[in-house]
C-alpha cells in the first residue's frame, strides 16, 4: 500500500482455501514479515486455514517498506491508512482484528482517529514508554535495553548494506562485550536510536488519545507472564480498559517474554477471534481473568483480579545482615525487642553484586540464588518456617530508611522462598524488585520505597520467606556510579564505591495475599 506521503509500505498474505471475503488479521511489526513472530505465535497459515485473511506489514523503515523508521512515531497514522486500506480490500468483509507481541502489541493500541479495530489482542506490551518499556521505577533495564536497541541497530545496519556495523553489534553481542560497550557502539552504528533518547531522559508519546479510547473500549485479549519485564504494562492496560468502559480479557501465565508458544494460546486466539469476528459463541464470562499459579501449578480463573489482603512482615537487622545469611529476620509481628536495628552495606564497583533470572533477565525465569545470598555485599533476612502455606498475588512492596554517603545508590532486591534440600538451602528466587536514586536525595536518611514484579505463587506451609538487598544488579541494572549521575553516562573507572547506612524501624515488607476460598482454581 502506498501511504499519503508517498512511502510503500510492504506486506505478506495469507488466505483461506474457501471462498472470500473473510475477516482479517493484522499484524505490524519491524522485524521483518515473514518472520510473523512465529517464536510464539502459530505460524499465520495456521491462522488462514481458520477462516481468515491474515496480513503480516513490515512497519516504516523495516522490512521491505519504504521510508524512515522511527521507534513508534510513525505507527498511530501508518496503523490507521493500513486499517482503512484493509478494510476496503475486495478479500476482507470489513472486519479486522490485530494480533502480536511487545512492538507488535502496542501498535494495535495507537491510532490516529476514531475509527480501531474491530478487536485486539496485545500480548506483552504497555503504553507508556518510561515506565513500560525500558525501567523498573528510576532503574534503566540495562541488558534488555542494550541487547533490543543493538538488535534493531543491526536490522538498521543491515537495510543499509552496512555489513561492516552489522559484525560489530553481532560480535559484541555474542561475546557480551556490549554490556561495557554497548552505549558506545550505539552511538557509533545508529546514533538516532531510541535507546540514546531514552536514557538521556527525551521522551515521545506515541499514544493518540482519540484512538486509544476507541481502542480501550473494543473487546481486548491480553497476554502477560509472570516473567516478562513487560508484565506492569499489560496489567495498566487491563485496568485502563475497564475504566474506559470495556471489558478486557487477561491471561497471565508462567511465561518469559520470548517463550510462551505451546498451541494452547494460539486456540485462545482463535476463540477470541471467532467470537468477535464471525459471531461464534462467546467464551465463559467468569473465565475474564486466568492467572497461573507458579507454585502448585494451577490455574485461578475469575471474573476479575482476586481481592487481596496486606500483611506485614517486619525487618531486625543486627549489623550483620551481610555478614551472615542467618543473622537478619523478617518477623510477623512488630514487637520493641523483635525488629528495628541497622545496617550498612558496601558495593565495589570493581566486583558488582549480580543478579540473574526473574523478569529482566536475557534468560528469565526461575533461579537458585543461594550463592549471590552467601556474598558479603548481599543483606538478606529469612522468616522463621510459615506456620501456614501463603498464596502471594499481586505487587510485593518493601518499606525502609535508608541514605548513601555519596549522591546516587540503587537497591536490588529479590523475595525467594527457601527449602532444605539434602542437608542444602535452595534460594527459589520468586519476584524482583529495583529501584534508583541519583542526586542530593540520595544522602538523606527518609523513606523509600521498592515495588517488585507482581506474582501469583502458592508457598507451601514449612517454607521459609527470605528478602534479598544488594546495591547492584549487574547486568540486569547498570551499576549506580554514586556521583549523582545514571551509569550510562559515566565511563567504568568513574564509578565510587557506594555505601548506604539502613534503619531498620519500622521497615516492613508488605505481601499481599490471596485468600483460598476466593477461587482458587484446582485444575491444571
Given at each position: 500500500?502506498?501511504?499519503?506521503?508517498?512511502?510503500?509500505?510492504?506486506?505478506?498474505?495469507?488466505?483461506?482455501?474457501?471462498?472470500?471475503?473473510?475477516?482479517?488479521?493484522?499484524?505490524?511489526?519491524?522485524?521483518?514479515?515473514?518472520?510473523?513472530?512465529?517464536?510464539?505465535?502459530?505460524?499465520?497459515?495456521?491462522?488462514?486455514?481458520?477462516?481468515?485473511?491474515?496480513?503480516?506489514?513490515?512497519?516504516?523503515?523495516?522490512?521491505?517498506?519504504?521510508?524512515?523508521?522511527?521507534?513508534?512515531?510513525?505507527?498511530?497514522?501508518?496503523?490507521?491508512?493500513?486499517?482503512?486500506?484493509l478494510r476496503a480490500q475486495p478479500d476482507c468483509n470489513g472486519r479486522v482484528g490485530c494480533y502480536g507481541?511487545?512492538?507488535?502489541?502496542?501498535?494495535?493500541?495507537?491510532?490516529?482517529?476514531?475509527?480501531?479495530?474491530?478487536?485486539?489482542?496485545?500480548?506483552?506490551?504497555?503504553?507508556?514508554?518510561?515506565?513500560?518499556?525500558?525501567?523498573?521505577?528510576?532503574?534503566?533495564?540495562?541488558?534488555?535495553?542494550?541487547?533490543?536497541?543493538?538488535?534493531?541497530?543491526?536490522?538498521?545496519?543491515?537495510?543499509?548494506?552496512?555489513?561492516?556495523?552489522?559484525?560489530?553489534?553481532?560480535?559484541?553481542?555474542?561475546?557480551?562485550?556490549?554490556?561495557?560497550?554497548?552505549?558506545?557502539?550505539?552511538?557509533?552504528?545508529?546514533?538516532?536510536?531510541?535507546?540514546?533518547?531514552?536514557?538521556?531522559?527525551?521522551?515521545?508519546?506515541?499514544?493518540?488519545?482519540?484512538?486509544?479510547?476507541?481502542?480501550?473500549?473494543?473487546?481486548?485479549?491480553?497476554?502477560?507472564?509472570?516473567?516478562?519485564?513487560?508484565?506492569?504494562?499489560?496489567?495498566?492496560?487491563?485496568?485502563?480498559?475497564?475504566?474506559?468502559?470495556?471489558?478486557?480479557?487477561?491471561?497471565?501465565?508462567?511465561?518469559?517474554?520470548?517463550?510462551?508458544?505451546?498451541?494452547?494460546?494460539?486456540?485462545?486466539?482463535?476463540?477470541?477471534?471467532?467470537?468477535?469476528?464471525?459471531?461464534?459463541?462467546?467464551?465463559?464470562?467468569?473465565?475474564?481473568?486466568?492467572?497461573?499459579?507458579?507454585?502448585?501449578?494451577?490455574?485461578?480463573?475469575?471474573?476479575?483480579?482476586?481481592?487481596?489482603?496486606?500483611?506485614?512482615?517486619?525487618?531486625?537487622?543486627?549489623?550483620?545482615?551481610?555478614?551472615?545469611?542467618?543473622?537478619?529476620?523478617?518477623?510477623?509481628?512488630?514487637?520493641?525487642a523483635g525488629a528495628g536495628g541497622w545496617d550498612r552495606l558496601v558495593l565495589d564497583p570493581w566486583r558488582?553484586?549480580?543478579?540473574?533470572?526473574?523478569?529482566?533477565?536475557?534468560?528469565?525465569?526461575?533461579?537458585?540464588?543461594?550463592?549471590?545470598?552467601?556474598?558479603?555485599?548481599?543483606?538478606?533476612?529469612?522468616?522463621?518456617?510459615?506456620?501456614?502455606?501463603?498464596?502471594?498475588?499481586?505487587?510485593?512492596?518493601?518499606?525502609?530508611?535508608?541514605?548513601?554517603?555519596?549522591?546516587?545508590?540503587?537497591?536490588?532486591?529479590?523475595?525467594?522462598?527457601?527449602?532444605?534440600?539434602?542437608?542444602?538451602?535452595?534460594?527459589?528466587?520468586?519476584?524482583?524488585?529495583?529501584?534508583?536514586?541519583?542526586?542530593?536525595?540520595?544522602?538523606?536518611?527518609?523513606?523509600?520505597?521498592?515495588?517488585?514484579?507482581?506474582?501469583?505463587?502458592?508457598?507451601?506451609?514449612?517454607?521459609?520467606?527470605?528478602?534479598?538487598?544488594?546495591?547492584?544488579?549487574?547486568?540486569?541494572?547498570?551499576?549506580n556510579p554514586g556521583n549523582g549521575r545514571a551509569p550510562h553516562a559515566v565511563a567504568a573507572h568513574e564509578?565510587?564505591?557506594?555505601?548506604?547506612?539502613?534503619?531498620?524501624?519500622?521497615?516492613?515488607?508488605?505481601?499481599?495475599?490471596?485468600?483460598?476460598?476466593?477461587?482458587?482454581?484446582?485444575?491444571?
Open positions: 500500500m502506498v501511504l499519503p506521503d508517498g512511502v510503500a509500505l510492504e506486506a505478506s498474505f495469507w488466505r483461506p482455501r474457501q471462498r472470500g471475503p473473510w475477516p482479517a488479521l493484522l499484524m505490524r511489526q519491524p522485524y521483518g514479515r515473514a518472520l510473523a513472530s512465529t517464536m510464539v505465535y502459530a505460524h499465520p497459515a495456521w491462522y488462514a486455514a481458520h477462516g481468515y485473511l491474515v496480513v503480516v506489514q513490515d512497519v516504516r523503515g523495516c522490512g521491505d517498506s519504504g521510508g524512515s523508521f522511527r521507534l513508534f512515531a510513525n505507527e498511530a497514522r501508518d496503523g490507521s491508512c493500513t486499517l482503512a486500506w507481541f511487545s512492538y507488535q502489541g502496542l501498535t494495535q493500541l495507537l491510532w490516529d482517529g476514531a475509527d480501531v479495530p474491530d478487536c485486539t489482542a496485545p500480548a506483552m506490551a504497555g503504553l507508556s514508554l518510561q515506565h513500560h518499556w525500558c525501567r523498573d521505577g528510576q532503574a534503566d533495564w540495562w541488558v534488555l535495553g542494550l541487547a533490543w536497541a543493538l538488535q534493531l541497530a543491526a536490522a538498521a545496519c543491515r537495510r543499509r548494506g552496512d555489513g561492516g556495523a552489522y559484525g560489530q553489534i553481532r560480535k559484541a553481542l555474542h561475546s557480551r562485550d556490549f554490556l561495557e560497550e554497548g552505549w558506545g557502539l550505539l552511538q557509533q552504528v545508529d546514533p538516532e536510536n531510541h535507546l540514546l533518547r531514552w536514557w538521556s531522559g527525551n521522551w515521545e508519546s506515541p499514544v493518540a488519545d482519540a484512538g486509544l479510547e476507541a481502542v480501550l473500549r473494543r473487546p481486548m485479549l491480553l497476554i502477560g507472564g509472570w516473567y516478562d519485564p513487560y508484565l506492569r504494562g499489560v496489567m495498566a492496560l487491563h485496568d485502563q480498559s475497564l475504566k474506559a468502559g470495556g471489558h478486557p480479557r487477561l491471561v497471565v501465565g508462567p511465561w518469559t517474554h520470548g517463550n510462551w508458544h505451546g498451541g494452547q494460546l494460539d486456540q485462545r486466539h482463535l476463540a477470541f477471534f471467532n467470537h468477535h469476528l464471525k459471531g461464534c459463541p462467546p467464551e465463559q464470562p467468569q473465565d475474564a481473568v486466568q492467572l497461573f499459579d507458579v507454585g502448585c501449578g494451577h490455574w485461578w480463573r475469575g471474573s476479575h483480579w482476586p481481592r487481596q489482603a496486606l500483611e506485614h512482615w517486619w525487618l531486625r537487622g543486627t549489623g550483620l545482615s551481610g555478614v551472615n545469611p542467618h543473622a537478619g529476620a523478617l518477623l510477623l509481628e512488630s514487637e520493641e558488582p553484586t549480580p543478579a540473574r533470572g526473574g523478569h529482566l533477565d536475557l534468560q528469565a525465569g526461575s533461579t537458585d540464588r543461594h550463592d549471590l545470598d552467601c556474598r558479603s555485599d548481599v543483606l538478606t533476612f529469612t522468616t522463621p518456617p510459615l506456620p501456614r502455606a501463603l498464596i502471594l498475588g499481586g505487587t510485593v512492596r518493601l518499606r525502609l530508611k535508608a541514605a548513601s554517603e555519596g549522591q546516587g545508590f540503587d537497591l536490588c532486591c529479590a523475595l525467594s522462598q527457601v527449602q532444605e534440600v539434602d542437608g542444602r538451602a535452595r534460594v527459589e528466587q520468586l519476584s524482583m524488585g529495583v529501584e534508583r536514586w541519583l542526586g542530593p536525595q540520595a544522602q538523606i536518611l527518609t523513606w523509600r520505597q521498592v515495588d517488585f514484579q507482581p506474582l501469583l505463587r502458592t508457598v507451601p506451609a514449612g517454607m521459609r520467606l527470605r528478602l534479598s538487598i544488594a546495591l547492584a544488579g549487574w547486568p540486569l541494572i547498570g551499576i564509578r565510587q564505591v557506594v555505601v548506604v547506612h539502613f534503619c531498620w524501624d519500622e521497615a516492613c515488607l508488605r505481601l499481599p495475599l490471596q485468600q483460598p476460598q476466593a477461587g482458587h482454581s484446582v485444575g491444571s
